[in-house]
């Protein structure tokens, strides 16, 4: 006959305590702590470099526009001028679309990019994002000019 230990009951069983599960916690913790934050950065700093590129990229195709039409779209037509030909633009003018996209372009939090031309702060146009906090003005808006420090 053979011997098998017994395992049945408390004595034979290993199991965690208490202390070394609090332990594991406050140790996944105190990692979350410091990963989340650089990994939150890098996420937001991400947005602000794909918005950064939208903006190139349409302002590029603004110059298209005005390459072939002769004038950058107005205030009013908006980026829109860039998808559907306005209707104030003779068809032999207009040589579009100049985006790949069928809606104008937006940020990276999904909000329509602003548009202004003539520019206050450009000659041709102004062409910014209000970046993370949605609210226009602010330090974090990302745009086609050079902030003042």
């Not at 305590?17 to 650089?38: D, N, Q, R, S, Y």
């Not at 450009?122 to 602010?138: A, I, Y």
Request: aromatic letters at 10%; a negative charge; proline letters at 7%.
């Amino acid at each position: 006959m053979t011997n098998f230990p017994k395992t049945f009951g408390r004595p034979g069983r290993r199991a965690f305590t208490f202390i070394e599960i609090m332990f594991v916690v406050v140790i996944i913790g105190v990692l979350l702590a410091v990963a989340v934050p650089k990994l939150t950065g890098q996420s937001n700093k991400a947005k602000i470099a794909a918005t950064d590129l939208t903006i190139r990229n349409t302002g590029t195709a603004l110059k298209r526009y005005e390459l072939t039409v002769g004038a950058f779209p107005t205030t009013s037509q908006g980026l829109d001028a860039l998808i559907e030909k306005p209707s104030s633009i003779n068809e032999s003018q207009w040589d579009g679309p100049y985006l790949d996209d069928e809606v104008a372009p937006t940020d990276a939090w999904n909000n329509p990019l602003n548009y202004r031309s003539p520019g206050d702060h450009k000659k041709d146009f102004d062409l910014w994002s209000n970046g993370p906090d949605g609210q226009e003005g602010t330090e974090d808006d990302v745009t086609n000019w050079k902030k003042k420090s």
